[in-house]
T-cell receptor, first 111, second 113 residues
Framework: SQQGEEDPQALSIQEGENATMNCSYK?????LQWYRQNSGRGLVHLIL?????REKHSGRLRVTLDTSKKSSSLLITASRAADTASYFC???????????FGKGTKLSVIP | DAGITQSPRHKVTETGTPVTLRCHQT?????MYWYRQDPGHGLRLIHY???????DKGEVSDGYSVSRSKTEDFLLTLESATSSQTSVYFC????????????FGEGSRLTVL
């Protein structure tokens, strides 16, 4: 398994603004997943992008993947106070069922 | 959802006592995991299971043991708890085998005094 590294560690924005967080990883992947964790809760799967995809959308979420740079970004558009949470990326290699998580990006959306 | 129940949700214990955390799932998932989450460290994998009686170590397995005698239950045991094991423990299952997507429980907060 390999670990993704999220950047920035913390991000504070006003409600209605867009939030972008990034993930870097080190070896080739099968897919990359993003998870959200609200304070005191378990992680929740948000979106998955496969290695042969460059961009994926789900509601207000947009994920991009650049395998040549071994990086991914998560964009949350028109942020809401309810988006306040920590966000984690999890790169997944072929045949590996173990996901390893970094320290995450802590997003604060100010009403 | 994957129907994961962790118990206990909160526990305070003293150094040197044994502690067992239970993860119970209702949807027959094959792969199960125990993570711990600490400030400044993110989530770290302790142990995982790929079937009944089939378990393996993760990156921070020292001081922990696991057992899986039934598909639905994955137990994490601290044989002799230490203050460094104060943490929030999360159980997870692989919900989608094709993608490795995980579903997490709500966590068990353990304090070792």
């Amino acid at each position: 398994s390999q670990q993704g590294e999220e950047d920035p560690q913390a991000l504070s924005i006003q409600e209605g603004e867009n939030a972008t967080m990034n993930c870097s990883y080190k070896t080739s992947i099968n897919n990359l997943q993003w998870y959200r964790q609200n304070s005191g809760r378990g992680l929740v799967h948000l979106i998955l992008i496969r290695s042969n995809e460059r961009e994926k959308h789900s509601g207000r979420l947009r994920v991009t993947l650049d395998t040549s740079k071994k990086s991914s970004s998560l964009l949350i558009t028109a942020s809401r106070a309810a988006d306040t949470a920590s966000y984690f990326c999890a790169p997944s290699g072929a045949g590996s069922y173990q996901l390893t998580f970094g320290k995450g990006t802590k997003l604060s959306v100010i009403p | 959802d994957a129907g994961i129940t962790q118990s206990p949700r909160h526990k305070v214990t003293e150094t040197g006592t044994p502690v067992t955390l239970r993860c119970h799932q209702t949807e027959n998932h094959r792969y199960m995991y125990w993570y711990r989450q600490d400030p400044g460290h993110g989530l770290r994998l302790i142990h995982y299971s790929y079937g009944v009686k089939d378990t393996d170590k993760g990156e921070v397995s020292d001081g922990y043991s696991v057992s899986r005698s039934k598909t639905e239950d994955f137990l994490l045991t601290l044989e002799s708890a230490t203050s460094s094991q104060t943490s929030v423990y999360f159980c997870a299952v692989t919900r989608e085998v094709n993608t490795g997507e995980l579903f997490f429980g709500e966590g068990s907060r353990l304090t070792v005094l």
